[in-house]
């Protein structure tokens, strides 16, 4: 199954308004921790919200590049698509 | 100060911490006065945040052993075992704990936390995949950064999650190295093993267990959780540290793979550290040698587990899912886990705060370790003061909660005819602990008094 960025943007800002538990204006330039506030082991554990939503894994290392929302959908969709 | 910008946020809350003159990740003990008392700003401590799971740190064959060993072979053996050679106690000491776990390789490092960077970062190359539980301690985390290896992490305690991660790495190239802990440091849960090997055995995986926590702790003769859940065989390598049950310091690390001692010139948090001075050595020896000799250290310890947390839960507070020798309350948030700590040091027991991102779930949580050497009556203080403050924080209620162990009632006394399931239970209990009355039971006893005049017939009453 293939997925279009679009489908993945909308599946990240979700998943990010639901860790959240709060109302937020996200875009590609969102910050994830500075912006966020999100600890380091918050993001990996939302991260796994969109690893199951995709059937893939996310390798750390690959995490800890991630810092704006766009980052993160390229990594997502690098990986999905990858193969 | 440029270089240190990046810490201002941390640095902001460390110096709120130290303002109020009680900060948790800052405590100093004037003087330490037994496994389970110190003084801290001149008065006597109750000590329940030590990880002094046996005791053993003042066992007078323990400290002999150091004393003699630093009389004969010094201080310190000021090198590393690769470049300036190992001393006769390192190697016996790995032959001991190589026949305590029945595995042929055995390998001692400095600390528990190197044992996890050594092994993590040696055993799996560029090519391999490394699957932790998403609660590991951080030196499982940062021994994966070590290495070259891929690494994703699966939910805690979650086997159905990690057979997706190694489905999804099928069919990628590399060894699949799976590492979970035996007791998780933080809510004191165990990691659901057998399941684990299932998937292991499916996948063609390794599997690495970390019994920092467990060893001492759980099986039948206290080896940990591979061997209470019946598993050793199929656990790879076990990994493990001497500054918990052992009372000392360092790690180690077991197994039964062909091969194994090359690690010795591969690891390098094994080959460029220096090793154990030979009082560590002697007295980590003689620790173990205690361990196996001594079960009812275990059974004490246990005792002493399922005392604290049974009696942390019925007061109402949220606790780990098991008992065990980490026993957690769930704070609501950061402030009044900082406030809870405070009063309970204040009024003489020290246990420890524990915030995100080291715990799971971002949970603030006040946490404990309870010790064989803690006696009824100190576990029952420990209690009485949690009790007291959590009324005081208005985070427990005022009278007591309806206690778990009203849900098991067992005993049928003769000559009485019990009400109703609370009466059976408040009784029982009662009854257990008639011979070690607290001042949290007699509570307990007055507030049944007043609710239940008509039943409140117990032995010896009048």
Not at chain 2, 104 to 109: A, K
Not at chain 2, 185 to 213: C, I, N, Q
Not at chain 2, 287 to 297: I, K, T, V, Y
Not at chain 2, 370 to 399: C, M, Y
């Amino acid at each position: 199954m293939q997925n279009s960025a679009e489908q993945i943007r909308s599946l990240v800002f979700d998943a990010l308004r639901a860790a959240l538990e709060r109302p937020v204006e996200l875009s590609d330039d969102t910050n994830i921790t500075e912006g966020l506030g999100l600890d380091s082991v918050a993001v990996m554990d939302f991260v796994m919200e969109i690893e199951d939503a995709l059937d893939i894994s996310i390798p750390l290392d690959r995490i800890a590049e991630v810092k704006t929302v766009g980052d993160l959908v390229a990594a997502a969709q690098d990986l999905k698509g990858g193969h | 100060m440029a270089l240190f910008d990046k810490y201002a946020p941390l640095m902001g809350q460390f110096e709120s911490l130290e303002s109020t003159g009680y900060n948790p990740f800052n405590v100093s003990f004037d003087r330490v006065l037994s496994p389970t008392e110190g003084m801290i700003a001149g008065r006597r401590i109750l000590l329940l945040g030590t990880n002094n799971y046996l005791g053993l740190t003042y066992d007078p064959d323990v400290i002999d052993a150091a004393v003699a060993a630093t009389r004969n072979l010094g201080a310190g053996t000021t090198g590393s075992r690769v470049a300036n050679g190992s001393y006769g106690g390192h190697r016996q000491l790995e032959r001991h704990l190589a026949d305590f776990y029945g595995r042929r390789h055995c390998m001692v490092f400095s600390t528990g936390y190197q044992a996890n960077l050594g092994i993590l970062s040696a055993l799996a190359g560029k090519d391999d995949h490394l699957i932790l539980d998403a609660d590991s301690h951080a030196s499982i985390y940062d021994g994966s950064r070590l290495g070259h290896a891929q690494v994703t992490r699966f939910r805690h305690n979650d086997p159905d999650d990690l057979d997706n991660r190694l489905r999804r790495l099928a069919d990628t190239p590399g060894d699949k190295v799976i590492v979970v802990e035996g007791i998780y440091s933080m809510l004191g849960d165990t990691a659901p093993l057998r399941e684990f090997v299932e998937v292991k055995r499916k996948w063609g995986a390794y599997l690495v267990v970390d019994e920092a926590h467990s060893l001492g702790v759980l099986g039948r003769t206290g080896r940990g959780l591979a061997e209470a859940a019946g598993v050793e065989d199929e656990v790879d390598f076990i990994v493990g540290t001497f500054s918990k049950s052992l009372g000392g310091i360092g790690g180690f690390c077991v197994s039964d793979m062909d091969g194994f001692d090359i690690l010795r010139v591969a690891s390098r948090p094994y080959m460029f550290t220096a090793s154990l001075p030979p009082a560590v050595v002697a007295a980590v020896t003689e620790a173990l040698n205690q361990l196996r000799h001594r079960p009812a250290l275990r059974q004490q310890l246990m005792d002493n587990a399922r005392r604290f947390h049974a009696g942390l839960g019925d007061l109402g507070f949220q606790v780990g899912p098991e008992a065990s020798p980490v026993v957690s309350a769930i704070m609501p948030d950061p402030k009044t886990a900082f406030a809870f700590w405070t009063r309970l040091l204040e009024a003489g027991l020290y246990t420890n705060v524990s915030l995100p991102p080291a715990t799971p779930k971002g949970l603030a949580l006040l946490r404990s370790s309870v010790s064989a050497a803690h006696s009824r009556s100190q576990i029952d203080h420990a209690l009485s003061l949690f009790a007291d403050t959590g009324r005081e924080l208005g985070l427990i209620p005022a009278e007591p909660a309806i206690p778990t162990w009203v849900k098991h009632p067992t005993a049928n006394l003769a000559g009485t005819e019990p009400q109703d399931a609370l009466a059976i239970g408040f009784r029982n209990q009662l009854l257990a602990r008639l011979a070690a009355p607290s001042k949290a039971m007699a509570k307990y006893y007055s507030a049944f008094r007043r609710q239940s005049p008509g039943r409140a017939r117990i032995v010896g009453d009048k």
